[in-house]
């Protein structure tokens, strides 16, 4: 009889244990980020100083700093996890690449994400020079020069930043953003103003969204099995 009870005891434990040690349930994040009132017009670049710029945009180009669709959704918003993730949670650096290219003597993308010590791939599309400069705060610096067209540098960045400039100084026109993060959940809202974030762990967490001219908003969200949506919105300067 004791025999019979201790083996039930320690199924139950088993079981216990077993249950205690199942990962949390994980769902994504998705929303828009929205411009209230009247969209500004785009900037419009002129590239005469560089004869092959100038080639590639006759007319000149728009600017992708204030991008804003016809229904008021806002590209080139970064929405990252800004608070609730365990403090001493480690989490492993992607062994894909992200992609910034100078195509058409323009940063592409404009703005994007990448998490520390991330391969970032730097490319030259143009048949023109390019200087990319890094300035971050956090991080070293570098300020690299790219004559050769199809050209490619690969760099990381080993200190978390909101965000990191990047700038051209033979092209002033040209400037990009990337946030750079200690984990995977951040992402960058597209061209419908729409952002999704996926695999976050179930819990509260804080979100921030933020736009290089328009500034910052932050939104609670409790992510359970399967999906939590969060807007946001933003009114003009």
């Not at 570098?142 to 540098?153: E, G, S, Y």
């Not at 965000?163 to 984990?183: E, L, N, Q």
Request: with cysteine; glycine share 8%; aromatic share 6%.
């Amino acid at each position: 009889m004791k025999k019979s009870i201790s083996l039930a005891m320690a199924a139950g434990l088993i079981a216990s244990f077993a249950f205690d040690a199942a990962p949390a349930l994980a769902g994504s994040i998705t929303g828009k980020v929205k411009f209230e009132g009247t969209p500004p017009e785009r900037r419009k670049i002129q590239m005469t100083a560089d004869p092959v710029c100038d080639k590639l945009n006759p007319g000149g180009r728009q600017g992708e700093v204030m991008v804003i669709g016809a229904d008021g959704g806002i590209r080139n918003v970064i929405v990252h996890v800004k608070e609730g993730l365990p403090a001493d949670k480690k989490f492993d650096t992607p062994a894909t690449s992200v992609v910034l290219d100078q195509q058409g003597c323009m940063y592409t993308p404009h703005v994007l994400t990448a998490q520390v010590d991330q391969v970032v791939e730097i490319k030259n599309s143009d048949s023109t020079l390019h200087n990319v400069h890094a300035m971050p705060t956090k991080s070293p610096q570098f300020n690299n020069a790219m004559p050769i067209q199809n050209q490619v540098i690969k760099k990381k960045f080993p200190t978390a930043e909101m965000p990191v400039h990047m700038k051209c100084d033979v092209h002033p026109w040209m400037s990009a953003y990337i946030g750079v993060f200690t984990h995977p959940f951040h992402g960058v809202s597209g061209a419908d103003g729409t952002y999704k974030i996926d695999n976050v762990p179930a819990g509260t967490y804080t979100i921030e969204a933020w736009h290089e001219n328009l500034g910052t908003k932050t939104a609670s969200v409790t992510v359970a099995d399967g999906a939590a949506t969060s807007d946001f919105s933003f009114a003009g300067k």
